[in-house]
């Protein structure tokens, strides 16, 4: 989050908003947003969403997940979206969604688990 | 690869080593290095492992993958295998493997879909 | 389909509805339908809202998917959906949805590439 | 496993072979193994492969997993074969590897988490 500069929009039980603006050293060689970024903010959108749904003494990892890269990251501001799918004591299985700057175009889709772990 | 500082540390025929020593910037919150990073070295393994089975005037994009993190990332450097499990004309399935430094500890594992473009 | 006794209940562009009704033969050491059963379910699902949106001379075959079991499957009907994400001249993005007989309770969710072929 | 009259064939700590001979009734429209089949004999050997590492009254179900299909199922008999990646206390990582009978084609590959349910 750091890394990227990116900003935590919007938070609501069980969905998270996360953004991020372009700069020059989160792009591939064709100048568009990195897939390890688009990445990395659909983990922590399906991350955080998941939080949410957890008790307040859990942390969240991620266990694994999917994602598709669906149209070429050529846009000014990433807009990632995690939903939550189900959530249960220990798993947490979420959805992830990877905009442009108009949200109408999708960028990339995640699907995700998600584990609670108490320390 | 750039903002990492990342190496390319051995490259054959169907398989590609990554390098990345630690830095600050490569973190989460517990110190160890971030899922991200992680993931962002499984997923170039595999497309330059996919790469290096494509034609001359091919380039390589990630279709998608699906990555599991096994262990946690405590270590002084990432060590990224990408291997090529089948490639065709079209598609290249890889497998990526991130391990600690001693290459005995493996942290992730990754199973790609990768696509030749030409363009 | 012919061995699960599946219906084809819903087909439009992008999208298209199977059902299966129980039987023993369909279910794993509890009595439920196997996740076998449920998996093939949604990849036929996907399969064919995939085809939905090719053209009439091309097959579909599944490059991969991945799925999630989120509920028991403890129905007397399944009830699988597959969308199209999107669809290119290659490669089409779907996502599977297998839910229980009153559509309310999600049993397992997939995210699948479909790829187009020409024979 | 009943309805494919599948075997169980080698069982190891970690490590477990199924095997499915052909019948008619495990075929898609082309007469090859059906993806289903392919996908049920992977998640089965992937399952049982957790099961060798838990505890004796553990009970294993698959909380998702990710498939790519690699080559056509032409084949007289599947051969599966399920590894343990990783075994926690609740979670198990496994790859589960689907060949034909000459055991050198590689089919499928699989990449499996698996819960320990106490019951």
Excluded: R, W
Excluded at 23 to 30: A, F, Y
Excluded at 78 to 91: C, D, M, R, Y
């Amino acid at each position: 989050m750091k890394t990227f500069n990116a900003q935590l929009a919007e938070v609501e039980k069980g969905k998270v908003t996360i953004t991020c603006e372009f700069s020059e050293s989160l792009t591939q060689h064709h100048g568009f947003f990195h897939a390890g970024v688009i990445t990395s903010l659909a983990d922590n959108a399906c991350g955080f969403a998941a939080l949410t749904m957890m008790p307040e003494n859990a942390e969240v990892l991620s266990v694994e997940f999917k994602i598709n890269f669906v149209k070429p990251a050529k846009t000014d501001k990433l807009i990632a979206i995690g939903k939550v799918l189900q959530s249960g004591k220990t798993l947490t299985i979420c959805e992830g969604y990877v905009y442009d700057s108009t949200k109408e175009k999708l960028i990339a889709k995640m699907q995700a688990t998600m584990i609670a772990v108490y320390q």
